[in-house]
């Protein structure tokens, strides 16, 4: 429980500096990874079972492996992180840069990259200038640039702002961004940005977190990465918990090992439902995922163990939502960042989310109908149909099988909830 | 539909039924051909596809079950089992289409495209009953001017992304693009940069709702109350195919068909000069039209009956003999071309005829150079360009280049001012006027050019790094090379560029050209013998004589005058000089280069007939005017640039007494006491396909049998195609275009006798043109057409006339500099003939040296063709020097 990765800096109120980064090993991890070979490299992230942190949880050893061979190709680390109640790589983003920069040097040292590119949310107004002051200190380090460390690699690491669109999160709207153009997710096939990713040269996205564990994983090595957690979960990760809980924030925690209940309820992490509530529902992995109830509460923190309840880990952000709250609001909420936040490019997901939302908004708020429950289950149906997940989908990318997640979930298990708006006229409490 | 998809058959299963799709076409395509049409919005057979509307979702079987997948994205694979009609495709497309609708102001009653909406259809279709969107639809204000033809209605669009496609991938102009997010995406121009693209109608035809409307056609009618005419445009001579819209025997539209010429495409001019015929339709505007014969009487022009205006032009005639010079014709029909040779060289026994206002090219040039054809473009190995700018002069012909640029094909261009191929192109070769030559050498490898070009004051025109890379883009021998040349600048001898192109053809043997003259049919005068020296099929006097002897009454035994050497003997007086001048629907008095030369010859002349459509300088000038129908009024062919004949059809009737070219040239003969022996123009047409080498074979039957797109001569030469359907999603508007007989390809024709010529008729262009050396004080002059002039199309199409600009001279900041004035100030050119005062802008991009002005555009007090006042036809080059007023 105690094990810290990522935030092992967590105690030093100046982790961002580079004084106190090269106190606390910082380049050390880089340094042996320059010694060794990068398929060595590869070796001990494979045998890590690094499962990316960015929301599919993709292993990225081979995710790497896939990466087709081709004289240029590119490294791009996804710090977009703007949905709503995710902010774990904001902290990583924030706290500890020169662990992301190392980890990105390493990373790009493994796949052979010489140019690689750190996307990050615009609004993260201090987390732009902590990193952007990081590179341009690990330059005058040596561990950027020219033959860093005298090993003869090489690697440019340039920072990209946001423009302030959810979907650049989207790997490939965001390499769109990246090359200047609007962000719309690209159609698939190609299915993969390691085959043809940013200016149609095989490209590696990665996430902030994880990239931020490839220092501890070379320095300790792989196995020790995979002693942690349980399966294919393996080591820490990190979980923004919001929501009704005493003690919101970012925790890392050994996966599997520990349950939502316990996240939510030890005291040196969420410290219990606000109040003493009872839990209403969770969302286990960010508003994407399909929720959680209070039955599910002692599933353990892990990849397979949460997609066995047919829900996600996703981006690791846990909302709680206590006895108190109305379901119906909670979905409109969630539907209305979909409905702003979808790019507009495909359809089902640009009219669909719009439309969800003007009917969850009045039912919340008055002039509901009895058929509209149906209507919403329908809509969504339309959006992903069967609604299963993981989700089938009629649109383009998985922004739009996204958005029934909230919907359905609440419908599913609140619909008497949804039939007293429309008898009430509106919502009752309004919380 | 897709041209370059190889035919490597790929099996799979469509709903149970084995079927085969071609190796890299998409499922969409394959079903269609196969037919089973699914529906789609975002789709365009002739553009990439996005797969964004998500109308055309089938099911495909997969290791893990079934999944929905776009169709127009994905391309069939060997044993793919695919369903479009599955419980859950339905649901699916049933889904979007109501997604589709539901923001959608449904205000079909008052849309444009109420009738033949691609929405409408679709929902009719497979659409559910009643919508279940009860919410507030989204608000803009509609509709709003995206450009000054196109008006954007941003609640009725369906982000389908075929517009911003268009533009940033076919035209290359990414002009407007979507903004916003949501479902408040909407289609926007950018606040710095306007829509101004000369193929801003293709975005309002292939829009698949009434969301982009244009001017010249909102509200005008009804669909379904329009008549339709397959036709050809002859706005120029790339000859799109077109189908042309009328109600009530007035033009209302005119939309683009899909075809192997200009792939559906047209440009602004094609699309919206129809105003030009029978006005604008929200104005009671005059189309400027000659309505009725004219004769001059006392001064002036008074109208007359048919037989007194030819009564008076057969005196003319008459007391002339042969001393009569023909100017003009290149925008008549095949047919009419014809009958006015066959009376000017037939009758009359003048060879003063002369289709082209040295503004084109030689017809020995023309007829020697091996042909080339669009099609060639899309598989070449390399396209080598001598051009003004393609995007101004043959708009759709550089859509189709772009397409094969796009492709990488490399693209070298000779220039003298930076145009829309420049930025196309693989490697630019800027050269000042007179120098084209120099540089094809050193293409070809001769070296001592270089330093002639060195030497000029202000230095090498072009990077000599952009001469390597050309050099290297251009295939050994010009395997695969096709050239399109034309006039680069009208403000130097066209035997410049006559010579260039004659030593490519010796230095590149296997090199194929596509010569670039502009006007509709042009290629069909030059081949039915509207140029001095030659009879009809491209046969020379000598050769043509036995051949015509049975059926003409005389031919010419020497060769006459060119446009120039005849306004030149009237103006000086010269032996041999005609007395009547016969112009067929020409206006040298604008479209002259030398301005001057014109006015004196005209001033000169007897006796001035015009055959004219509109009124122009030139008709104000004339002693009698004769009404000619005009594009869409006429029956008969046309030959675009490729040499390639199709079919005009009428559309509407011809306003008053306007007779048809042919017509005309039976009556005139008729009042001379000849006879040309035809009477329609089916037997036009049967006595050019019977008697010109280069049309043998060439049957009403057989055009009939062919696409629209018609047949390249000689006949045999290239595969005739018969017509496909059209899909009405893609091309909404156009009415079912009837299906020809023809399989998709007939190889095995008669073998028409070869055209004379070839080789032995480029004897006629000389070799090399010395040219003056630059004068360190002067400016050369580079002049050159833009789409939107002073042309009688343009100025009399109310939606148009406002697109043209004023004259301006284009020159280098070097130049304002040394002259000390700002960038907009008004300048004196003054050249050796005379002077103009006009605004001099700066721009960075103009070859140091060089001024550059457009032609037939008018200054403040230069009303006309301005450029014209400066040019001297018998210069090789035009210098002029830059003074401050
Ligand atoms: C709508 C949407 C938003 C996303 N936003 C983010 C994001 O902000 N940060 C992120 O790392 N991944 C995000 N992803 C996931 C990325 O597409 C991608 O899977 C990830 O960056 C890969 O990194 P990983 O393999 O290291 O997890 C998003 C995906 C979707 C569909
Ligand atoms: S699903 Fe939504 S966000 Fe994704 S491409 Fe389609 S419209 Fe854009
Ligand atoms: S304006 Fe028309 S063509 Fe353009 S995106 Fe909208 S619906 Fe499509
Ligand atoms: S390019 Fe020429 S033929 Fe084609 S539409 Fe324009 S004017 Fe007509
Ligand atoms: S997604 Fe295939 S036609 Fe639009």
């Not at chain 2, 054809?373 to 003004?388: K, M, S």
């Not at chain 2, 393609?390 to 492709?407: G, I, K, T």
């Amino acid at each position: 429980m105690s094990t810290t990765i990522v935030t092992a800096r967590r105690a030093f109120d100046d982790s961002f500096t580079i004084e106190r980064a090269l106190a606390t090993g910082a380049y050390e991890g880089l340094k042996k990874a320059l010694s060794m070979t990068p398929e060595a490299v590869c070796a001990e992230v494979d045998a890590a079972s690094l499962l990316g942190r960015g929301g599919a949880g993709f292993p990225a050893g081979r995710k790497w492996s896939m990466l087709r061979k081709n004289p240029t190709t590119y490294l791009v680390i996804n710090g977009d992180e703007s949905e709503p109640a995710t902010f774990k790589d904001h902290y990583l983003i924030e706290r500890d840069p020169h662990q992301l920069v190392e980890g990105v040097i390493i990373a790009a040292y493994a796949l052979q990259v010489t140019q690689a590119f750190i996307f990050i949310r615009g609004e993260f107004a201090l987390g732009l200038e902590r990193v952007t002051q990081a590179i341009n200190e690990a330059y005058a380090h040596g561990a950027l640039g020219r033959n860093i460390f005298g090993s003869g690699f090489s690697l440019d690491l340039v920072v990209h702002p946001g423009a302030g669109a959810y979907i650049c999160g989207e790997e490939t709207a965001l390499l769109e961004s990246l090359e200047g153009k609007r962000g719309f997710p690209r159609i698939k096939p190609p299915f993969f940005p390691a085959a043809i990713g940013l200016y149609g040269e095989p490209t590696v996205v990665n996430n902030v977190e994880t990239v931020s564990n490839l220092p501890w994983i070379v320095s300790n090595g792989g196995a020790a990465f995979a002693a942690l957690g349980e399966g294919r979960s393996t080591g820490t990760r990190l979980f923004a918990l919001s929501g009704d809980v005493e003690r919101p924030g970012v925790f890392e925690v050994e996966m599997v090992k520990s349950t939502f209940r316990d996240l939510i309820e030890r005291p040196e992490l969420g410290g219990g439902v606000r109040g003493g509530k009872a839990v209403k529902a969770i969302i286990p992995g960010g508003v994407s995922a399909p929720w959680f109830f209070p039955e599910d509460l002692d599933t353990p923190l892990g990849q397979d163990e949460v997609a066995a309840k047919n829900s996600m880990l996703g981006s690791g952000s846990i909302v709680v939502m206590d006895e108190t709250r109305c379901m119906v609001r909670a979905a409109w909420r969630i539907t209305k960042f979909f409905s702003r936040e979808s790019c507009g490019q495909c359809t089902p997901c640009r009219e669909g989310s719009g439309w969800l939302e003007r009917v969850l908004y009045r039912l919340e708020h008055g002039g509901g109908r009895m058929e509209d429950v149906d209507l919403l289950l329908d809509l969504c149906d339309n959006i992903a149909p069967g609604l299963t997940w993981p989700p089938q989908q009629t649109t383009i990318c998985v922004l739009g099988p996204s958005i029934p997640s909230s919907i359905h979930s609440a419908i599913s298990r609140f619909r008497e909830e949804f039939i007293a708006h429309v008898h009430d006229g509106g919502c009752r409490h309004g919380r | 539909m897709a041209d370059d998809a190889t035919p490597v058959t790929i099996r799979f299963t469509l709903d149970g039924r084995e079927v085969e799709a071609n190796k890299g076409e998409m499922l969409i395509a394959a079903a269609e051909r196969s037919g089973t049409y699914i529906p789609r919005f975002c789709y365009h057979p002739r553009m990439e596809p996005v797969g964004v509307c998500r109308m055309c979702l089938v099911e495909v079987e997969g290791p893990r079950g079934t999944t929905l997948m776009p169709s127009c994205y994905i391309a069939p694979s060997d044993g793919m089992v695919v369903r479009t009609d599955s419980e859950k495709v339905k649901k699916a497309q049933d889904g979007v289409l109501e997604f589709l609708l539901a923001n959608h102001p449904l205000d079909c009653p008052v849309c444009d495209k109420g009738g033949e909406c691609p929405l409408q259809d679709q929902t009719l279709a497979y659409g559910p009953g009643e919508s279940r969107f009860i919410e507030e639809k989204r608000h803009f204000e509609k509709p709003v001017p995206i450009s000054d033809l196109v008006l954007l209605d941003r609640e009725r669009c369906i982000q389908c992304s075929r517009c911003t496609r268009f533009a940033a991938e076919v035209a290359g102009e990414a002009q407007i693009a979507f903004s916003g997010r949501g479902d408040l995406v909407e289609v926007a121009p950018f606040p710095t940069e306007p829509f101004t693209s000369h193929f801003s109608g293709n975005t309002v035809q292939i829009c698949p709702v009434g969301a982009l409307t244009a001017k010249p056609y909102r509200f005008a009618a009804r669909p379904w109350d329009l008549d339709q005419a397959e036709s050809t445009c002859t706005g120029c001579s790339v000859g799109c195919r077109v189908a042309v819209q009328s109600s009530q025997d007035r033009l209302t539209r005119v939309l683009g068909v899909d075809g192997e010429v200009s792939h559906g495409w047209l440009c602004d001019k094609g699309r919206f000069g129809f105003e030009a015929v029978t006005g604008a339709h929200d104005a009671d505007s005059e189309p400027g039209r000659v309505t009725t014969p004219m004769l001059k009487k006392n001064g002036e022009l008074v109208p007359v009956t048919w037989s007194e205006a030819l009564s008076a032009a057969a005196a003319a005639l008459s007391t002339a003999g042969s001393a009569v010079g023909v100017i003009g014709g290149a925008q008549f029909t095949n047919e009419g071309a014809y009958a006015w040779v066959k009376l000017a060289k037939g009758i009359i026994g003048t060879d003063s005829v002369d289709a082209q206002l040295d503004d084109g090219l030689p017809a020995s040039l023309v007829f020697g150079l091996p042909a080339a054809t669009i099609l060639d473009l899309d598989t070449a190995n390399a396209v080598l360009t001598i051009t003004g700018d393609l995007s101004e002069e043959l708009p759709v012909l550089f859509l189709r280049l772009r397409e094969a640029a796009h492709r990488g094909t490399p693209i070298v261009q000779i220039h003298q001012h930076p145009d829309s191929v420049t930025s196309i192109a693989h490697s630019a070769l800027a050269v000042r006027s007179g120098d084209t030559d120099a540089v094809v050498r050193m293409l070809c490898g001769d070296d001592v050019q270089a330093a002639q070009l060195r030497n000029h004051p202000e230095g090498l025109s072009f990077d000599p790094a952009a001469l390597e890379a050309a050099k290297a883009a251009l295939p050994h021998g010009g395997k695969g090379l096709v050239v399109i040349v034309g006039r680069e600048n009208l403000a130097e001898d066209g035997t410049l560029t006559a010579a260039a192109a004659k030593r490519i053809a010796g230095a590149f043997p296997e090199a194929t050209f596509l010569v670039g003259l502009r006007r509709a049919n042009v290629r069909g005068a030059l081949d039915l013998g509207l140029t001095p020296g030659f009879l009809p099929g491209r046969v020379t006097l000598a050769e043509g004589q036995s051949r015509y002897a049975g059926t003409w009454a005389t031919t010419p035994s020497a060769t006459g005058l060119s446009t120039v050497e005849q306004l030149r003997a009237l103006a000086t007086g010269a032996a041999g000089a005609p007395s009547v001048l016969v112009l067929l629907g020409s206006d040298p008095l604008t479209d002259l280069p030398d301005g001057a030369l014109a006015a004196a010859g005209l001033a000169k002349a007897t006796t001035t007939i015009v055959v004219s459509g509109h009124h122009t300088a030139t008709t104000a000038q004339a002693d009698i005017v004769l009404p000619v129908t005009v594009a869409n009024e006429r029956t008969g062919t046309t030959t675009n640039v490729e040499g390639r004949v199709s079919v005009l059809a009428p559309a509407v009737a011809a306003p008053g007494q306007a007779w048809s070219d042919w017509t005309i040239a039976t009556a005139l003969a008729d009042a001379l006491g000849a006879d040309l022996g035809l009477e329609t123009v089916d037997a036009f047409a049967a006595e050019i396909a019977a008697l010109a080498p280069s049309h043998r074979g060439l049957s009403a039957q057989l055009l009939a049998g062919a696409s629209g797109d018609g047949i390249i001569i000689p006949v045999g030469s290239s595969p005739i195609h018969g017509a496909q359907p059209l899909d009405p999603t893609a091309f909404p508007g156009v009415k079912a275009v009837p299906a020809r007989p023809l399989g998709t390809e007939q190889a095995s024709l008669p073998e028409g006798a070869p055209a004379s010529g070839g080789a032995a008729l480029l004897a006629a262009i000389p070799e090399a043109v010395s040219v003056p050396g630059p004068d360190g004080y002067a400016l050369r002059l580079t002049v050159q057409r833009r789409l939107y002039d002073g042309g009688a199309t343009v100025t009399n199409s109310p939606s148009l006339a406002p697109l043209v600009d004023g004259a301006t001279v284009k020159v280098h900041p070097s130049a304002l500099d040394r002259l000390g004035v700002a960038s907009g100030t008004v300048v004196r050119l003054r050249s050796a003939a005379a002077h103009l005062d006009l605004p001099a802008i700066s721009d960075k991009t103009v070859i140091k040296g060089t001024a550059v002005l457009s032609f037939n555009h008018a200054t403040a007090d230069h009303a006309g063709n301005a450029a014209a006042s400066l040019i001297d036809a018998s210069a090789v080059v035009t210098d002029v020097r830059m003074e401050t007023r």
